[in-house]
């Protein structure tokens, strides 16, 4: 899945649209964000300034799919 499913399996899980940063845009803090720098995925969650998870993926889908797994747990 790619970040526009993702954002509509949230939904539907009732994932509020606050808890996730999808596009890079707006707020960022305290939330998990996905962002493509230096031709990697990067997916983190930041609270108070500091990432407590950053993973790199080398595909969209496979940060998506951790993002959603994340939530699923």
């Not at 899945?1 to 890079?24: C, H, I, S, T």
């Not at 939330?31 to 080398?58: L, M, P, Q």
């Amino acid at each position: 899945m790619k970040r526009r499913e993702l954002k509509k399996a949230l939904r539907k899980m009732g994932v509020a649209p606050y808890e996730y940063n999808l596009d890079g845009k707006g707020r960022k803090d305290e939330r998990f964000c996905i962002e493509f720098v230096n031709d990697e995925w990067h997916v983190y969650y930041i609270e108070r300034g500091v990432k407590t998870t950053d993973e790199s993926f080398a595909s969209e889908e496979e940060a998506c799919r951790f993002i959603y797994e994340e939530f699923l747990n």
